[in-house]
């Protein structure tokens, strides 16, 4: 399960540069989504084809433990191109427990030759060369696909494995069906994770994700299909660009989105994603760029992570518009922290780069990570809360926060003439205290919360308060994702979740409906 608690820091205040005056741009509040990112364990499902979301390739060796074998000669693409005497390569797929994922018969699609076979609750129906068809039986679980053979002059690549009901049409429609209703209506998808965009090694264009690719879970969605969904759904796209990528990276990006997006669409574009969080790689790398570029000094890191960020900012925003030639259809992104209006001032102030952009990010969560800071002694208090105790005190801290965070952020983005938008957002309730068997019991309480009406109701009220101070387009944080000790940060669990028994789904959509957005709200 992907872990991404948020952090809050709190840094000293910081004197910015001469702001904008001007009247603040006109909002128009609407809901947008974090799509959740590709894993074998993803229980959103966007793909028709399995694969596309596998667990890349483990080596496995007859006889010795799990992932015990030789390391695996993969070719540019992650396809194994030969094997070791006694050694198999394997991919989990649909790791997914209860029956949350299609079963019944898939279709196993590859060119070369070798021999194919297939672990966990997946069983040989049909066999030859090339397509294999499987029973798979979700209700165990997750299955695996293993490569015993392969010829090395002409090994086995290409695997596709079709869900049932989908092998005739999965190439001219790779999303699946649900996926595409599930979302329709929403006014951008931020593709952060779909990007892999924390921690992401890709620097130069050949580095990027492609269809050719084995799977998606290794470095991240192809940008052809990123295009491809957000012009079936006439939705904005939100792109981060990865906080190594050169400006040939840059430049080729913004290429392809020129060539192949619905000109109708808008473009979001933002430098990687929360630079001024320590826990993730791109704040320590701007910090030392921003202190090697003379920034700011070696004792001020996060100064020079927040003067770094608006400076590359800047730099890509210009290679965008002259990619475009202007920037009229992008929406020019500057991000901040929420609980910190120094960030915003030391991004939007640095060298007056607000001057050159369209809004600035924040992301209003509703705190609540118990263990930490003001609540580092709260979790034991906590032990035998029920439900109604915990979204009482949840209410009158964390959601009455989170409103305070919008209202704060408003004044900073209005001080300096740009709108406020929400890059994420939503409830944060997280258990972080030592005994682990507390973290058990305090998480099933928060799930709970997270399934109640009470949240829901919140929801609404948050969005509420959001178009109320005049915020624009909020992005959701998350989409669909299964809730663990680590959160629960999916507005639901599963692909196959009815709005009516997740009712912070239910309340997402139904706002957006109700502010004139055509989704789907049932």
Known sequence: MMYRPKIVFVWLAFSAAT???????????????NLAGPADWMTELP?????????????????????????????????VKRLEPGCYAEA?????????????????????????????????????????LIDVDSSKGGFSLQIHETNPQNPVRNIHVIMPGFEQTWEQDPFHPAFLKRWQGLACFRFMDWMH????????WSQRPTLQHATFSKRGVALEWMIE????????????????????????????????????????????????????QQAHYASEQGIASGLASKDKGAQAAWYFTAQRSLEIFTIWESVFGGHERFVRVLPSQAGNTAVSEGVLGFRDAAKHADALAIAPYMPYSIGRGKTADLGTQMK???????????????????????????????????????????????????????VKQLSATMHACNRHPRMGDMYRRYFDEWARIGGDVFAVFSSIGRYSNHGAWGLAEYYDSRPADYPKLEATLRWAKNHGQAVEAD
């Open 19 to 33: 702001a904008v005056t001007a009247a603040p741009p006109e909002a128009k509040p609407r809901l947008g989504i």
């Open 47 to 79: 793909f028709v084809d399995v694969f596309r979301t596998a667990r890349p390739w483990i080596s496995q060796k007859k006889g010795a433990g799990w992932g015990q074998g030789p390391e695996l000669a993969v070719d540019e693409f992650g396809w």
């Open 92 to 132: 989990m797929l649909c790791t997914i427990s209860g029956g949350h994922y299609p079963g019944g018969t898939y279709a196993v699609l590859y060119e070369g030759e070798g021999k194919l076979d297939f672990g966990k609750n997946a069983k040989v129906k049909e066999r030859e060369a090339g397509r294999i």
């Open 197 to 204: 965009t924390n921690g992401s090694e890709i620097s130069t």
């Open 229 to 280: 969904l957000c012009n079936r759904q006439k939705i904005d796209p939100w792109f981060c660009m990865p906080h190594l990528a050169d400006d040939d990276f840059i430049r080729r990006f913004a290429q392809m989105v020129k060539e192949r997006l619905d000109p109708s669409l808008k473009i979001y574009i933002e430098y990687s994603n929360e630079v001024w969080n320590w826990q993730f």
């Open 384 to 438: 035998d809360w029920t439900v109604d105790q915990m979204l009482d005190h949840f209410e009158k801290t964390a959601f009455t926060d989170s409103l305070e965070r919008m209202r704060r952020g408003k004044t900073v983005a209005d001080k300096y003439g740009v709108k406020l938008i929400a890059y994420e957002g939503g409830q944060h309730m997280v258990a972080f205290v030592k005994d682990q068997a507390l």
